[in-house]
């Protein structure tokens, strides 16, 4: 058996919202601010108009996905980790997009020399997570996102799966607390590759670890 890296996309492996903000900005005059707590707060007119509703924020997200993906950037380090865990492991990028952006993921990743599984979600990961340990039956799964909420979901549905925050932009790292339901959190892919292959090397589920400090 393998093994299994189950990774977000966005504030993990690519940086997005600093480019959301910018094409924001220059394409439709709001201004974003990385310290809110969700990406409706964080949207101003800068006209001083009303604020944008939930439904135009979707409206916007819905316009840089796929249109405006090349202008995101790699996270430091982050293909270079990947590559370090390819030949022993199985790897599974679980983005939250649409399907029909999945393509456009893959030959994103593709134009940074990150070429594995893309599978695209809506909604909590937690139990495409527990799809994903089931189909792949791994020694043991470690999975990485910027998100608290995915965090939570993956404890209720896969609880055995170790769970690691990072969020890849700065700004948004000193602005999110770490998520309650997370094993770790780091935040730079050279000593989050450390902690995995660790996990990995001791192949302990995490809830048998969580039993045995009990």
């Not at 456009?104 to 940074?112: G, M, P, S, T, V």
């Not at 909604?123 to 043991?140: F, I, M, N, T, W």
């Not at 730079?188 to 039993?211: K, T």
Request: charged share 25%.
């Amino acid at each position: 058996m393998r093994p299994l890296l189950i990774t977000d996309c966005d504030e993990v492996l690519v940086h997005m919202v600093r480019h959301f903000r910018t094409w924001l900005g220059d394409a439709h005059g709001i201004d974003f601010a990385l310290d809110a707590h969700d990406f409706h707060a964080a949207m101003t007119r800068r006209d001083g108009g009303p604020k944008p509703t939930r439904e135009e924020m979707w409206t916007y997200l819905g316009g840089f996905f796929p249109a405006e993906m090349q202008r995101q950037t790699l996270v430091p380090d982050a293909a270079e980790a990947l590559a370090r865990f390819a030949g022993d492991a199985d790897i599974v990028v679980l983005t939250n997009l649409q399907d029909q952006c999945r393509q456009a993921r893959i030959d994103q990743l593709a134009a940074f020399g990150i070429a594995h599984r893309v599978q695209c979600n809506q909604g909590g990961k937690g139990q495409p997570v527990a799809a994903l340990v089931d189909e792949y039956r791994p020694s043991v799964t470690v999975f990485v996102d910027d998100l608290a909420v995915h965090h939570e979901s993956v404890a209720r549905h896969a609880p055995g799966v170790h769970r690691l925050h990072m969020v890849a932009e700065p700004d948004l790292a000193r602005a999110l607390p770490t998520a309650p339901h997370a094993h770790a959190r780091i935040d730079h892919w050279p000593a989050a590759a450390d902690w995995i292959a660790d996990r990995f090397a001791a192949g302990i589920p995490a809830d048998a670890i969580m039993e045995d400090q009990a």
